[in-house]
């Protein structure tokens, strides 16, 4: 049995993004604005990624910056390629990169 990652996890020391498991194929992943974004420049950006409402098309456009498509992400992360995923949805759709 698989225990899922629901206390905040850091993904990424450098850019002070965070990441958890909220249940099944639903993550929330929060990073620090950096100035990039309208809001105060240490607030941070915060978006809930639940796989189940992305087609496999939009999964492999979002990841296609990081992999070649889903099959690579699961042959490379086996069990966590949900949570890697998410994470580049995450990613993309912040307006952080």
Do not use: P
Not at 16 to 30: A, H, L
Not at 45 to 71: F, V
């Amino acid at each position: 049995m698989e225990i899922m990652k629901t206390e905040w996890v850091c993904t990424d020391l450098d850019n002070e993004q965070y990441g958890r498991q909220i249940s099944d194929g639903v993550f929330e992943f929060k990073e620090k604005n950096r100035g990039l974004l309208e809001y105060e420049e240490d607030e941070f950006i915060e978006i809930i990624i639940d796989l189940g409402q992305y087609s496999t098309e939009e999964i492999d456009n979002h990841i296609s910056a990081y992999y070649r498509d889903i099959h690579e992400v699961e042959e490379i992360y086996g069990k966590d390629a949900d949570w890697i995923i998410a994470e580049c949805i995450f990613e993309q759709e912040s307006g952080l990169y």
